[in-house]
């Protein structure tokens, strides 16, 4: 694949804006500088690595990321009243379509996946695929057996004739509802825990599947999601 064409499909510009960037001397291969756009390099895997002023990118034929989503940015390009999770990413990202894999509250924090691979976005948004996620909620109230039974059971949420149940439901501490979902219904850990007869204070997603958030991860962080990570996410 010649430099222009790798510089493109990672989201630096149109293709002329790309050549543009190999011609002011701004890319490196393998620490020298190549100011060829039509030069070709082999890429194998996810090995290939340039940089783009300094900074190195990995070539990656679909991006998977992981956020570290924080509390006040919405999951849209057009935010309607606050900051988009977009813009804690480098533009690249927005320049080859990546796009969130559904979506959190702008006051839910926590695990958020993004990608520009939409067979993967529609496997794991699909209402068929049930992939298990694990929220952290903070109550207003104490938590009790009868509103842990209640969540593990099934409560009826406004509106619907169904109950929606947890996978699990288990207190942490006196105010800290560790609880498993299948669904990802509107506001439906919220919902759930008011319905229990709770109220809920602060939402954290903790896990996907067989994916949980690392640790080292701060608020607003991302980073590439590996063949490791995908693995863990499917496994859940």
Same mark, same amino acid.
């Given at each position: 694949?010649?430099?222009?064409?790798?510089?493109?499909?990672?989201?630096?510009?149109?293709?002329?804006?790309?050549?543009?960037?190999?011609?002011?001397?701004?890319?490196?291969?393998?620490?020298?500088?190549?100011?060829?756009?039509?030069?070709?390099?082999?890429?194998?895997?996810?090995?290939?690595?340039?940089?783009?002023?300094?900074?190195?990118?990995?070539?990656?034929?679909?991006?998977?990321?992981?956020?570290?989503?924080?509390?006040?940015?919405?999951?849209?390009?057009?935010?309607?009243?606050?900051?988009?999770?977009?813009?804690?990413?480098?533009?690249?990202?927005?320049?080859?379509?990546?796009?969130?894999?559904?979506?959190?509250?702008?006051?839910?924090?926590?695990?958020?996946?993004?990608?520009?691979?939409?067979?993967?976005?529609?496997?794991?948004?699909?209402?068929?695929?049930?992939?298990?996620? #694990?929220?952290?909620?903070? !109550?207003?109230? @104490?938590?009790?057996?009868?509103? %842990?039974? +209640?969540?593990?059971?099934?409560? =009826?949420?406004?509106?619907?004739?169904?109950?929606?149940?947890?996978?699990?439901?288990?207190?942490?501490?006196?105010?800290?509802?560790?609880?498993?979902?299948?669904?990802?219904?509107?506001?439906?850990?919220?919902?759930?825990?008011?319905?229990?007869?709770?109220?809920?204070?602060?939402?954290?997603?903790?896990?996907?599947?067989? #994916?949980?958030?690392?640790? !080292?991860?701060? @608020?607003?962080?991302?980073?590439? %999601?590996? +063949?490791?990570?995908?693995?863990? =996410?499917?496994?859940?």
């Amino acid at each position: 694949m010649n430099l222009e064409s790798i510089l493109f499909t990672q989201g630096f510009g149109s293709r002329r804006q790309c050549r543009a960037l190999i011609g002011d001397a701004r890319v490196t291969i393998d620490g020298a500088v190549c100011a060829d756009a039509d030069a070709d390099f082999a890429i194998t895997g996810d090995t290939f690595r340039f940089t783009v002023d300094g900074v190195e990118w990995p070539y990656r034929e679909h991006a998977y990321l992981l956020l570290n989503k924080p509390v006040g940015y919405e999951c849209s390009r057009d935010p309607q009243h606050h900051l988009s999770v977009f813009s804690l990413l480098p533009p690249q990202f927005a320049e080859r379509g990546v796009q969130c894999v559904g979506r959190l509250d702008q006051d839910t924090t926590g695990l958020l996946l993004l990608s520009d691979d939409g067979k993967f976005v529609h496997q794991f948004t699909s209402p068929k695929r049930k992939v298990p996620k #694990l929220y952290v909620a903070t !109550t207003r109230h @104490p938590l009790d057996d009868a509103q %842990l039974i +209640a969540l593990r059971d099934g409560v =009826l949420l406004h509106g619907e004739s169904k109950p929606s149940a947890a996978l699990d439901a288990e207190a942490r501490d006196t105010h800290t509802l560790a609880m498993s979902v299948l669904e990802g219904k509107y506001h439906q850990v919220k919902r759930m825990i008011a319905a229990a007869g709770n109220r809920c204070e602060a939402l954290h997603r903790e896990r996907i599947g067989g #994916l949980v958030m690392p640790a !080292t991860l701060a @608020p607003g962080a991302w980073q590439w %999601l590996d +063949a490791a990570g995908l693995d863990a =996410l499917r496994s859940g």
